[in-house]
């Protein structure tokens, strides 16, 4: 009886693997998920985990400063835009609690 030869599957999309196939190229989705970017592992066609880099995964679990939504605001392309800052007075009116 004939052999038959294996053919290697390959990956459906970039940046996407089946579980067999990950676990037969651990070290390249690692470096891929360095090099490119998060690495997502499918297991019966449904997406199972994804792979990041540690540097993006310490990035992820850093708590978000004020600091952090002022640097995003001025990097923004819309940072140029004037925005007139409104005060409404208004009289406060004392209640019984």
Not at 31 to 59: F, N
């Amino acid at each position: 009886m004939a052999q038959k030869k294996r053919i290697p599957t390959k990956k459906a999309l970039p940046g996407r693997w089946r579980l067999q196939d990950a676990k037969a190229h651990f070290s390249e989705v690692v470096r891929e998920a360095q090099r490119v970017g998060p690495q997502r592992v499918t297991l019966h066609g449904k997406d199972a985990v994804v792979i990041v880099g540690a540097e993006e995964y310490d990035q992820l679990r850093r708590p978000v400063s004020g600091r952090d939504i002022v640097a995003a605001l001025a990097d923004s392309p819309l940072a140029a835009v004037k925005i007139e800052r409104l005060s409404v007075k208004s009289r406060v009116r004392d209640i019984d609690l």
